[in-house]
């Protein structure tokens, strides 16, 4: 455990102990830490640590600079020793706690309003998502070279966006339906072929009494999916395409037009027990799948719409090089 020292991969990789932030050193020496974060505790080898950094073409000094990188970190971890960033065999592991990484705190969320959700309980379900969310702080591993880091970053990118839907889903089935359709305007611009996305966007615009925009916005994907893609919208959207048309009542209960956002007084306190960890977390995510299949797990994107059976899907993020 690292008791008061802090790690950060959503965002810069950045570590701090207390309140002092600590210097991680150049890109390549925080590609080093963030593979050993990354790998939650366990042993990543001398060679998986130059992978991460240079990849199929590391340089002849790959080895001595990884171990230079070793040194500094522990340095400015440690005063040097070994506490935290521990030798084990031909590689090194980082003794990191689940409550010092903002992923894994990010995960801890996830399953906690996984079983709020389960349980019905659908506003603290959302309130758990946002304080996930909150934890971003940018992109991921930013300036971090390397296809590992890029991998990363893909599947990162992914799962905020996945817990992004994921929540608004619940502000829709909580009602509040105005201030979601506003959101999604923004995301379905950012990301204009995520069918997810549009999916959720006509709901929100047609719970909000904008059956006409709703309509438009779906025959305006149709024709983008044709002209981009050739294909036609999935089930998903086809079946929301039907509610709209015939006025249907897409969740069971009935809201006013706008129920008010939860606040900070309400956000819940930070879930105990131990995270699953990026590796094996029943994310509500499909991470991207990265530019090389054999480095990685690449998961299969599940949606769900009103009138059909929710799955949460389950994903694995890319492997951390060992």
Sequence with gaps: ????????????????????????????????????????????????????????????????TVRTYIYRLRQVLDGGGEHLIASIGDGYALRVGTDDVDLARCHAWLARSQAAREEGGKALAALCLREALALWSGTPLAGVPGQFAASWRAALADLRLSLTEELLSLELELGRHVRAAAELSALVAENPLRERLRELHVLALYCSGRQAAAVAALEDFRHLLRDELGVDPGPGLRRVHRLVLTGQQPYA?????????????????????ACPGPGRCAAAAAAAVPPNPDRTNAPTPQSTSPGSSRKTPSTRAPAAPV
């Design 1 to 64: 455990m690292t008791g008061e020292i802090r790690f950060a991969v959503l965002g810069p990789v950045r570590a701090w102990r207390g309140d002092s932030e600590l210097r991680t050193g150049a890109p390549q020496q925080q590609a080093v830490l963030a593979a050993l974060v990354l790998r939650e505790g366990a042993q990543v080898s001398t060679s998986g640590l130059i992978d991460a950094v240079w990849g199929a073409a590391p340089p002849r000094s790959a080895a001595a």
């Design 253 to 273: 209960e009935t809201f006013p037009a706008e129920l008010p956002a939860p606040t900070s007084e309400t956000a819940p306190a930070w879930p105990s027990g």
